[in-house]
């Protein structure tokens, strides 16, 4: 399975930079086509989240939400956030979320996709996971 960080799928979501739009758009639609497209709650709440603050209207957001639903994303334990504090342990707190991406990724997926160089490039030699930093 492969998870895709809530970055990549807002430039699926919105044509904001036409390149990143064209990437994530064919990662989607292949992973999907394969059955490998894999996301959490946590990356619903991100979406959400973004898109409010882009301006997009709720009935717009509500939809896109439910779209995703279909996928059946998974919750964090307690065991993904103990995971989440070591890695922050090592990187800062303030990137907490991107901690909690990739404990649940280790827990379900082979690779993570994500535009988020600063912070991936530092989670990379801390995991076993492929991070793919698009």
Excluded: W
């Excluded at 394969?34 to 209207?57: M, P, T």
């Excluded at 009935?59 to 779209?67: G, H, P």
């Excluded at 404990?103 to 801390?126: M, P």
């Amino acid at each position: 399975m492969i998870y895709f960080d809530a970055d990549v799928l807002i430039h699926f979501l919105l044509p904001q930079d036409v390149v990143k739009h064209k990437q994530a758009n064919h990662l989607y639609q292949s992973a999907t086509e394969k059955n490998q497209f894999f996301i959490s709650l946590l990356c619903l709440q991100e979406i959400a989240f973004v898109l409010h603050k882009l301006g997009q209207k709720s009935e717009d957001i509500e939809a896109m939400l439910y779209n995703f639903l279909s996928s059946r994303p998974v919750s964090y334990e307690v065991s993904d956030l103990l995971r989440a504090i070591e890695l922050g342990k090592q990187i800062g707190f303030n990137n907490t979320n991107d901690c909690i991406h990739l404990a649940i990724a280790e827990a379900y997926c082979n690779e993570i996709y994500t535009f988020n160089k600063s912070d991936f490039k530092r989670l990379q030699n801390l995991t076993k996971l492929k991070i793919t930093i698009l």
